[in-house]
């Protein structure tokens, strides 16, 4: 467990470990959510690209970048 002293003006650090855990870096955001039994919970809110991966399924078939230009020019109106 890692304890914090809170300021006057209500900000603290977060201990060294936590940032660990979290993948924190300088500049990120961070997010409370209040559970309903009174715990609050801390979460990172800065998504990273490589976060990302995996989230999307595959294409069932791969696609040429010529096809992904002509789908772009269809979007587009142009032709």
């Known amino acids: 467990m890692a ?3 809170l300021t006057s003006k209500g900000q603290t650090t977060i ?3 936590v940032r660990r855990h979290l993948g924190l870096k300088p500049g990120d ?3 409370f959510l209040v559970e309903d039994d009174g715990r609050v919970v801390i979460l990172p809110a800065t998504l990273h690209l ?4 995996g989230s999307l399924p595959r294409p069932s078939k791969p696609v040429s970048i010529e096809r992904m230009r002509e789908a772009i020019r269809e979007r587009s109106g142009r032709r």
């Open 50 to 53: 490589r976060d990302l991966r």
């Open 29 to 31: 955001k961070i997010r």
């Open 3 to 5: 304890t914090s002293t």
């Open 15 to 17: 201990p060294k470990a």
